[in-house]
């Protein structure tokens, strides 16, 4: 069978699955979902074996070290995996709630029920997690996926998938209500995004250049995740003790997410205090790369280029500058954001609202680190991804953002 062919054939088998799907209810899926914590406890041993058939290879591909970083699966890798199946449990069943309810004069009445969306397309790189997390939200909401894992993460995802399919089997599930597309020829991808009668929506995670392709070339509704070019900004009101924590978590806790802080802006009123905010994050050896004065403060400082404010670095690097208040962050962050997450650091409520007022990104924190941009974090148990956009969802995808709604 060509690879056309295949595909598909995923795409009817979803279709029929995202029907039957309709028919599941809240304790089935949540059986589907203690199946799989237990298979995946069963078969760690097997899932790690197959993660690291992957890092071997991406190894002799030269992956870069953050794209390393976000391939590899350990011990408490999959434990957080299993936390987070645990999480969606607890979450309520999104679909066949009365949003609105309204009587008109001429004796109807009118509900709004969410539905699911129907068949979800999800491509992503080198995140096996993303597999269980998408397949998990997806059948939560009452949907079904077909998952294009990349080819870096090809047999870590496979083993994942087979625990899955036989957990949600064992439950009930409609067969075919998860399918990963058993290829990592990219042509597979181009068939995907054409099947409009099938598929309802495609998702991508993975870097800018993938989501855009994917966004060009999609004949099917996107919801796109684009890079996480994320700000901190220190201002002058700012608690300096809570600056250097939350500037050290918003970089260092996971460098490799998109969530990760990726340029720092600091108050010239309190650029004396820079290096208090720094020194944490020059002693686990992040690069840091500042404005003349930045650079002046320490000769292992690097000149900013114009490109490292548009960039994400996914690493242990951070742009840094001086900015003359809150107006110049604001218009600083507005020019090079992608959109995605911003946080100040102050104890002026005035300026926050301000801040938050005229940055127009998907979240925007208070005293708080750039990585609490995160489904988990959010009470959603896990999520898909972080929506850039505007239509349908924005921030963190979970359960409740894979529906649509009809009128009954």
Known sequence: ?????????????????????????????????????????????KILEANSIDLDNGKKKSLSKPLIN??????????????????????????????????????????KVSTPLGVLGVIYESRPNVTVDASC???????????????????????????????????????????????PDREAVEYLLKLKDYVDVIIPRGGKGLIEKINSSSKIPVIKHLDGICHVYVDKEADIKIAKRVVFNSKMRRPEICGAAETLLIDESIKD????????????KCEIRGDNFIQSLDSDFKIAKEKDWSLEYLDKILSVKIVSGVEEAIDHINKYSSGHTESIITNNDKTFEKFYN???????????STQFADGGEFGFGAEIGIS???????????????????YV
């Open 1 to 45: 069978m060509s690879i056309e062919s295949s595909i598909l054939e995923l795409g009817k088998k979803a279709k029929k699955a995202s029907l039957e799907m309709k028919l599941c209810n809240n304790d089935q899926k949540n059986a589907a979902l203690s199946n799989l914590i237990k298979s995946i406890e069963k078969n760690k041993d």
């Open 273 to 284: 205090q820079a290096m208090k905010i720094l020194n944490p994050l020059k002693e686990v």
């Open 70 to 111: 976000r391939l590899t699966l350990t011990n408490k890798s999959i434990d957080s995996l299993i936390k987070s199946i645990q999480d969606i449990i607890t979450i309520p069943d999104p679909i066949g709630l009365t949003l609105e309810e309204w009587d008109r004069p001429n004796g109807l009445k009118f509900r």
């Open 137 to 183: 939200l997806s059948i939560k909401s009452g949907n079904s996926i077909i998952l294009r894992g990349g080819s870096d993460s090809f047999y870590s995802s496979k083993e994942l998938v087979k625990n899955i399919t036989q957990s949600f089997n064992a439950a009930g599930l409609p067969n075919f209500c998860v399918q990963m597309i058993d290829t």
């Open 358 to 368: 005229r940055i127009d990104s998907a979240i925007i924190l208070k005293n708080a």
């Open 388 to 406: 850039t956009d505007k239509i349908h969802v924005r921030g963190p995808v979970g359960t409740k953002h894979l529906t649509t709604f009809k």
